[in-house]
C-alpha cells in the first residue's frame, strides 16, 4: 500500500464553523505534513509530526489544530477560519526510521479542497 | 537556507516533441536530494523523479530524464516524445536530508502539451 488517502476531498464551511481533515498512510512512515497550497503556487508547510510529535509548526494560526493520534493518522481541524483560508490542503508522509536513509521523498495524498464562506 | 527557483512560469510543447523545465537551487549542504513532482488538474502531487547530489550519474525515468550539474546547482527536467498526459504543473524540490523537514519547492512550470 502505497497511498496517502485524505477525507474529505470537497469542504464548504462557514466562517463560524467547526470541522476537521483526516489523513491516513500504511506505509509505515514516520512523519507526516500539512500543506496549504493556492491555485497555481507551490505548496506551503504548515506543521510537520515525527514520530507522533510536531516537530516543526511553521507559525500557522491557532485556527488550525493538527493532531497526530497515531503514526498512521494526521488529522487537521479547523475552527473560525477565513475566506482566505480557502485553498487545497496536502497531506503527505515521509520514511524517516529505522537506519534507511532519508532521502525527504514525500508521498502525497490526493488532498482536501476546503472552501470559507 | 535552501532556495529553489524555477524560472519559467508557462512552457508550450507540440505533442511528440522534447521539452526541458529549468531549474536552480541554492544550498549550503553537500549532502541533498532533488526531486521533480507533477500536479495535474487532479491535483495530486506525484514523483516524476529523484536525484542523489552524491551520484554524478543523471537519472532516468522513462521518457523523462535530469540534467543534473552539482557544481552550478542545476537541476533540469527533459521530457521526450511529450504527451497530452503530461500537461501539468511541474515542480523542483530540495531536501538537505537527515530529517523530516518537509521539502522547498520552487514556484513551479505550467506544461502546456499541443495536440
Known amino acids: 500500500d502505497t497511498e496517502v488517502t485524505q477525507t474529505p476531498k470537497h469542504l464548504v464551511m462557514g466562517m463560524t464553523n467547526k470541522k476537521s481533515l483526516k489523513c491516513e498512510q500504511h506505509?509505515?512512515?514516520?512523519?507526516m505534513y500539512w500543506y496549504k497550497q493556492k491555485a497555481k503556487k507551490p505548496p506551503e508547510l504548515m506543521f510537520v509530526y515525527s514520530y507522533e510529535k510536531l516537530s516543526i509548526n511553521e507559525s500557522v494560526p491557532s485556527r488550525f489544530s493538527p493532531e497526530c493520534p497515531n503514526s498512521s493518522l494526521l488529522n487537521l481541524h479547523l475552527h473560525a477560519l477565513q475566506p482566505e483560508d480557502s485553498a487545497l490542503y496536502l497531506c503527505?508522509?515521509?520514511?524517516?526510521?529505522?537506519?534507511?536513509?532519508?532521502?525527504?521523498?514525500?508521498?502525497f495524498g490526493e488532498g482536501s479542497r476546503l472552501t470559507v464562506l | 537556507a535552501q532556495t529553489v527557483t524555477q524560472s519559467q512560469p508557462e512552457m508550450s510543447v507540440q505533442e511528440a516533441e522534447t521539452v526541458t523545465l529549468s531549474c536552480t537551487y541554492d544550498?549550503?549542504?553537500?549532502?541533498?536530494?532533488l526531486f521533480w513532482y507533477k500536479q495535474p488538474p487532479s491535483r495530486q502531487m506525484i514523483l516524476v523523479i529523484r536525484q542523489e547530489a552524491y551520484k554524478q550519474q543523471n537519472a532516468t525515468e522513462n521518457r523523462f530524464s535530469v540534467n543534473f550539474q552539482k557544481a552550478a546547482k542545476s537541476f533540469s527536467l527533459k521530457i521526450s516524445d511529450s504527451q497530452l498526459g503530461d500537461a501539468a504543473m511541474y515542480f523542483c524540490?530540495?531536501?538537505?536530508?537527515?530529517?523530516?523537514?518537509?521539502?522547498?519547492f520552487g514556484k513551479g512550470t505550467h506544461l502546456i502539451i499541443q495536440p
Open positions: 503527505a508522509s515521509s520514511q524517516t526510521a529505522g537506519g534507511l536513509v532519508d532521502t525527504g521523498e514525500l508521498f
Open positions: 506505509m509505515g512512515h514516520r512523519a
Open positions: 524540490a530540495h531536501h538537505s536530508g537527515g530529517g523530516a523537514d518537509g521539502l522547498t
Open positions: 544550498t549550503s549542504e553537500s549532502d541533498y536530494y
